[in-house]
């Protein structure tokens, strides 16, 4: 007995049993090896069963018609179920992370300080298991430490403390323990971050262009209550430019109106360490490091002063650029550090090893000239207040002055 769409049940006998075949059987179809019959009582089977499998289906329709009617009078309530059980399940799973990771429970109160001692970060504690993750104290408030300059070498871990410090404050802010062991947030109205390099491509933006409109915001919205995350502003464009704006970032952020925006700022410019010496809520900080047989050791630890060194040339040879790259490297750093160079500052070891110049031409320094009426002007501006196009028409003046002087 078998079965198909078009003839529904049938039997199926082969041709070397075809003399067998009753007379009541009904032929419907000739195969090459045999012939299929019904009978009288197979399709009173076939409707019985057919139509036991169309009340099935239609009891199944009018039942789940019945549920959606249902839920559809108690809609409001079990969204608000849905709700409750998603928020149950968040606070149980940060419950049993602070139980596995051995998280604190913060306190949060309205005063406009941060205090975090022994600070983790969640993520990587996790990822180096291996390894023991070095905690780390940061302290903010509007009175002595309100923006931290953190310098210290690439890979040595200045974005992790960044990060941390931001996670830290969320995580307490949401209701949930955090990596330290012991905390204390001032509830902070916005966290705003300036972390990365990337361009947008599909709005024509360069990765400074990206990097400048998000400190934009930052200058436009961050308040005395906000946390302002910034790590290495500056760096999309030359040395001056960058420093010049990392500079008067800085001193934007420390003198803002209502006692200033708790900021942690890491940057490669260590003449921002300067700024101790004018805005007093301003404080070094630096990532340790440790050398040895010129080696460096990175310690992980946040540690009060600034540092002079980027230790760049070995954390490139620890990425694996060419010994002989290295060295030339370790030359040319030698004869800058030295002041050795031409009347336009090329080094000395930059020079072409023939005996002549690089055809290249270097970069004049602005701000190393000798016009103090060029300098003055400079120091004047406002550039706080002053629009692209009035800072574009101070460059053509400038540009001007230029051109008479060298005629």
Same mark, same amino acid.
């Given at each position: 007995?078998?079965?198909?769409?078009?003839?529904?049940?049938?039997?199926?006998?082969?041709?070397?049993?075809?003399?067998?075949?009753?007379?009541?059987?009904?032929?419907?179809?000739?195969?090459?090896?045999?012939?299929?019959?019904?009978?009288?009582?197979?399709?009173?089977?076939?409707? &019985?069963?057919?139509? +036991? *499998?169309? #009340?099935?289906?239609? @009891?199944?329709?009018?039942?789940?018609?019945? /549920?959606?009617?249902? $839920?559809?009078?108690?809609?409001?309530?079990?969204?608000?179920?849905?709700?409750?059980?998603?928020?149950?399940?968040?606070?149980?799973? &940060?419950?049993?992370? +602070? *139980?596995? #990771?051995?998280?604190? @429970?913060?306190?949060?109160?309205?005063?406009? /300080?941060?205090?975090? $001692?022994?600070?983790?970060?969640?993520?990587?504690?996790?990822?180096?298991?291996?390894?023991?993750?070095?905690?780390?104290?940061?302290? &903010?408030?509007?009175?002595?430490?309100?923006?931290?300059?953190?310098?210290?070498?690439?890979?040595?871990?200045?974005?992790?403390?960044?990060?941390?410090?931001?996670?830290?404050?969320?995580?307490?802010?949401?209701?949930?323990?955090?990596?330290?062991?012991?905390?204390?947030?001032?509830?902070?109205?916005?966290?705003?971050?300036?972390?990365?390099?990337?361009?947008?491509?599909?709005?024509?933006?360069?990765?400074?262009?990206v990097e400048m409109n998000e400190t934009a915001n930052i200058l436009r919205h961050a308040t005395p209550r906000s946390l302002v995350i910034l790590d290495e502003i500056g760096r999309g464009t030359s040395t001056y430019d960058g420093l010049s704006?990392?500079?008067?970032?800085?001193?934007?952020?420390?003198?803002?109106?209502?006692?200033?925006?708790?900021?942690?700022?890491?940057?490669?410019?260590?003449?921002?360490?300067?700024?101790?010496?004018?805005?007093?809520?301003v404080k070094n900080f630096n990532i340790a490091v440790k050398e040895w047989n010129d080696q460096i050791i990175f310690l992980r630890k946040l540690v009060p002063g600034g540092t002079s060194r980027s230790y760049g040339i070995q954390v490139a040879?620890?990425?694996?650029?060419?010994?002989?790259?290295?060295?030339?490297?370790?030359?040319?750093?030698?004869?800058?550090?030295?002041?050795?160079?031409?009347?336009?500052?090329?080094?000395?070891?930059?020079?072409?090893?023939?005996?002549?110049?690089?055809?290249?031409?270097?970069?004049?320094?602005?701000?190393?000239?000798?016009?103090?009426?060029?300098?003055?002007?400079?120091q004047n501006l406002d550039l706080s207040s002053m629009t692209p196009l009035e800072a574009l028409i101070e460059i053509n003046k400038m540009k001007e002055y230029l051109s008479r002087q060298s005629s």
């Amino acid at each position: 007995v078998g079965y198909n769409r078009v003839f529904g049940y049938y039997i199926e006998i082969s041709r070397a049993n075809l003399h067998l075949v009753p007379s009541d059987y009904i032929r419907r179809q000739t195969l090459a090896n045999g012939e299929r019959y019904v009978t009288e009582k197979l399709k009173e089977y076939e409707d &019985l069963v057919l139509g +036991a *499998e169309e #009340k099935k289906v239609a @009891l199944e329709f009018e039942i789940f018609e019945g /549920v959606r009617r249902r $839920v559809a009078l108690e809609n409001q309530r079990i969204r608000e179920t849905g709700k409750r059980v998603g928020e149950v399940d968040a606070l149980a799973a &940060l419950a049993e992370a +602070a *139980e596995l #990771k051995g998280y604190t @429970l913060p306190e949060v109160n309205e005063d406009p /300080v941060i205090e975090i $001692v022994d600070g983790r970060h969640p993520v990587i504690e996790e990822a180096v298991r291996d390894e023991d993750f070095v905690p780390n104290d940061i302290h &903010l408030d509007d009175q002595e430490q309100q923006v931290l300059i953190i310098t210290g070498p690439n890979m040595a871990g200045k974005s992790t403390v960044l990060r941390q410090a931001a996670l830290t404050v969320l995580m307490a802010q949401m209701g949930s323990f955090v990596p330290a062991s012991h905390a204390t947030i001032g509830v902070v109205d916005r966290i705003f971050t300036r972390i990365g390099a990337s361009d947008d491509l599909t709005k024509g933006q360069s990765t400074f262009m990206v990097e400048m409109n998000e400190t934009a915001n930052i200058l436009r919205h961050a308040t005395p209550r906000s946390l302002v995350i910034l790590d290495e502003i500056g760096r999309g464009t030359s040395t001056y430019d960058g420093l010049s704006i990392a500079w008067a970032v800085a001193e934007a952020l420390h003198d803002r109106e209502g006692r200033g925006v708790r900021t942690l700022f890491a940057t490669h410019y260590h003449e921002l360490t300067e700024l101790v010496a004018t805005k007093p809520r301003v404080k070094n900080f630096n990532i340790a490091v440790k050398e040895w047989n010129d080696q460096i050791i990175f310690l992980r630890k946040l540690v009060p002063g600034g540092t002079s060194r980027s230790y760049g040339i070995q954390v490139a040879r620890i990425a694996g650029l060419p010994h002989k790259v290295i060295g030339r490297a370790r030359e040319i750093l030698e004869d800058l550090e030295r002041g050795e160079g031409n009347e336009v500052g090329t080094p000395r070891m930059a020079m072409d090893r023939s005996g002549g110049e690089r055809k290249e031409t270097a970069q004049l320094s602005l701000f190393g000239a000798q016009d103090q009426r060029l300098r003055k002007w400079i120091q004047n501006l406002d550039l706080s207040s002053m629009t692209p196009l009035e800072a574009l028409i101070e460059i053509n003046k400038m540009k001007e002055y230029l051109s008479r002087q060298s005629s």
